[in-house]
DNA sequence: GTCTATATCCAGATAGAC
DNA sequence: GTCTATCTGGATATAGAC
């Protein structure tokens, strides 16, 4: 029927908005300061209109780490796919991360959002498990290639899981950095970065 | 009168004590999920002393995010002090941070602290003054001493106040992953950071 | 100084009209 | 599907007894 059809496409692209001005207000304000008001207004709707769509705030949340963690290991399995050198994969990982960073609001949001959740222990609990789920990929998959790229002799020579956790540990600083001086601010050249790693 | 001092040294004892519970609980759990009501019954009082020796929570949290800020502040005093070389200022600096970093859960909660009133725009105007007064001074220092030691040629060449970002961004970047991930996590090494900067 | 009890308010969530 | 009105719980802050 055409009718139901598009209802349903009403009714995916309202919860998209939702989400969307939510991810806003989650990213600057955090899960505790962001009220369901907000969001309406920001979305234009009623607050009441919000409950149509999702159960609670909290799953609204639940929903939005969800997605912001997919997306970081989606990138990171993207990298792995790559036919490039170990050293060279590291060095265009840091140049597009860092490119992103300066020009793109929804990077540095999903960052933001993964930082509040990873910094906070008064999230919901399923937040909490997706967390422990998927948090860990990234580092897997950045120590992996620092190992490769140790047997080139290309990459320096150290535990790779802890050349990870400065890889992903200074990405995520600038990052939050950036989020919270908007304006004009310049990030560190991407070589600078990548001398850290390579030999 | 010994009757009056005595009751000014309790008064004092309380509120420091008041205080320790609520750096825990802000740090764990940021300013709008913590409860008065956690706050006291960490500190083993009923909810309604609170208000018998501070203002509100907000009061409460601006003093505690003063504090912060003025620790990490001073921290960077006492490093202009020492009579080093501008390279060996930036090693020592970095040895002795990531130290702290491994060892004290004081440091940890500092940064753990500024962080989430940085990263959040939902905070009282005191704090957002006190940070917008009192955030750039680290930076600043660092950077300064960045330039003496590119003078010196000891130190790579790159804009000094884009290492300082790196140098701090990087910082804190472990201070909170340590902090997300309590029991048993590897801080990198020093040397590793220090190469970042060292020419 | 400390506690218990309570006033007040605000935000999440629901009900029901349109 | 959307809105307005409302219920309800919980949290800040105050009042008053001890």
Redesign the pocket.
């Known amino acids: 029927m055409r009718n139901q059809k598009q209802?349903e496409r009403?009714?995916e692209e309202?919860k998209e908005q939702i989400l969307a001005e939510a991810v806003k207000q989650f990213a600057h304000k955090g899960l505790f300061a962001?009220?369901?008001?907000d969001i309406a207004e920001a979305a234009?709707?009623?607050?009441?209109?919000i409950?149509?769509y999702f159960?609670?705030?909290?799953d609204i949340y639940v929903e939005i780490i969800k997605d912001a963690l997919d997306k970081l290991n989606e990138a990171v399995y993207m990298l792995q796919e790559i036919q490039l050198r170990p050293h060279e994969k590291i060095k265009t990982a840091i140049e597009e991360l860092l490119k992103t960073i300066e020009s793109s609001d929804n990077f540095i949001q999903t960052c933001r959002l993964i930082a509040q959740a990873t910094n906070s222990t008064a999230i919901p609990d399923k937040t909490k498990e997706l967390i422990t789920e998927k948090q860990d990929l990234p580092y897997q998959e950045i120590a992996k290639i620092m190992a490769a790229g140790q047997q080139e002799g290309t990459i320096i020579k150290a535990d790779p899981y802890e050349l990870a956790v400065l890889f992903w540990t200074s990405i995520n600083g600038l990052a939050i950095y950036k989020a919270t001086r908007q304006g004009a601010v310049s990030i560190p050249d991407a070589r600078l970065l990548t001398r850290l790693f390579l030999t």
């Open positions: 209802n009403i009714r309202r962001t009220k369901i008001k234009g709707i009623a607050q009441g209109l409950y149509h159960k609670s705030k909290e």
